[in-house]
């Protein structure tokens, strides 16, 4: 199968090669001395990934240490199920899923992808497979932020940092439509991008007083440094920062700091499906390249806005 890969830790994206894979052998994955218990394999037909993937040690090794390359990037996919291991449940052969794969394993930038069932969910027929892996990382992200770790209820108010980017959208939409009270921010280009997913205010972070923000119950960060310390000053006692950038020093003053990585999630893949089929959540989908153009994708040489998604198979 066609796949993108990287061998060399040192070459970075430069060492990001489309070559030629083995698929994952979907009859030995049906046996029983298969050790696969629980995986699926997908006919990937869309892919997404994240920017800074060959960053972290989840591309290069696996849960033991062990070196994994050559290792194909790419942690959310939109498919079909080709084929079903013992052990499986919830999916059946022909099935459209999309989901959240397994950090240390091969990902998703290839024609197949094996991945466990328990991280896909059901993908409806009328959700088209780009938007399908569009949702995948933003929506669970967002929504582990808002409401697990962030634990926002209606009513409450939450300032929303990068409003206008991929995983700040769809926060502020979700947390609209939780009935919260939002408030994005980001830069001044942001501005009506963020009002239109849905911010009732905005704040230019290189302009405006980001301290001249009432208290509010939740930030929702994707931003870390200073920008994170200076929001944790505009929390009501009792409330939390969430981010989404890494470890941090910012703690709100009688309230919580949550830093987290998304994890897969079926039932809340499920209910963030159903906002985007009822048109309550849109995907922020910037580009769409080919397998073909996967590498020139993952290495823009300009800074562009959006999810970018790999149209793997039509
Ligand atoms: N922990 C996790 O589980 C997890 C999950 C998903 C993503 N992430 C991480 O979260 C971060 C955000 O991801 P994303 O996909 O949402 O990125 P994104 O689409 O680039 O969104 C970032 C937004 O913040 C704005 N921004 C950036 N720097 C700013 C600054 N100094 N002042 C004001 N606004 C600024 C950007 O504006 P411009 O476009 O104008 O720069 C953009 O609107 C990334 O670092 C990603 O790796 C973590």
Redo the contacts with the bound molecule.
């Keep these: 199968m066609k796949s993108i890969v990287v061998t060399d830790q040192a070459a970075g994206t430069a060492g990001m090669k489309l070559v030629e894979r083995p698929e994952p052998q979907g009859a030995a994955l049906a046996g029983l001395s298969n050790a696969s218990y629980g995986d699926v394999v997908v006919q990937v037909r869309a892919s997404g990934f994240?920017g800074?993937e060959l960053s972290w040690p989840s591309t290069w090794i696996d849960r033991l240490g062990r070196d994994r390359t050559p290792s194909i990037p790419g942690h959310e996919v939109a498919g079909v199920v080709t084929a079903l291991s013992y052990g499986t449940t919830g999916l059946s052969v022909g099935q459209r899923v999309f989901g959240l794969t397994d950090w240390t394993r091969d990902g998703t930038l290839a024609e197949y992808v094996a991945v466990e069932a328990r991280n896909l969910a059901p993908l409806p027929g009328d959700v088209d497979f780009t938007v399908g892996a569009a949702l995948v990382?933003?929506g669970l992200?967002a929504w582990q932020g808002l409401f697990e770790h962030g634990r926002l209820r209606v009513g409450q108010s939450v300032l929303v940092?990068?409003a206008?980017?991929?995983?700040?959208s769809m926060a502020t939409q979700l947390a609209r439509e939780a009935g919260a009270y939002v408030i994005g921010a980001?830069?001044a280009?942001?501005r009506q991008a963020a009002l239109d997913f849905g911010a009732q205010e905005f704040v230019d972070?290189d302009s405006d007083a980001l301290e001249d923000v009432g208290g509010v119950d939740l930030v929702f960060d994707?931003?870390g440094g200073d920008?994170a310390k200076r929001s944790a000053a505009v929390i009501r006692a009792g409330g939390t920062l969430v981010t989404?950038?890494g470890p941090t020093e910012a703690r709100p003053r009688n309230g919580l700091t949550v830093d987290?990585?998304?994890v897969p999630d079926r039932v809340q893949l499920s209910e963030i499906v159903r906002r985007a089929r009822d048109g309550r959540l849109r995907t922020n989908i910037g580009t769409i390249a080919t397998l073909d153009d996967a590498v020139a994708a993952f290495n823009p040489t300009k800074?562009i806005?959006g999810k970018t998604i790999i149209r793997v198979q039509p």
């Excluded at 206008?164 to 700040?168: S, W």
């Design positions: 994240t800074d990382m933003p992200t940092h990068g206008a980017g991929v995983v700040g980001g830069r280009a942001g972070l994707v931003l920008i989404i950038a987290f990585v998304v800074r806005s």
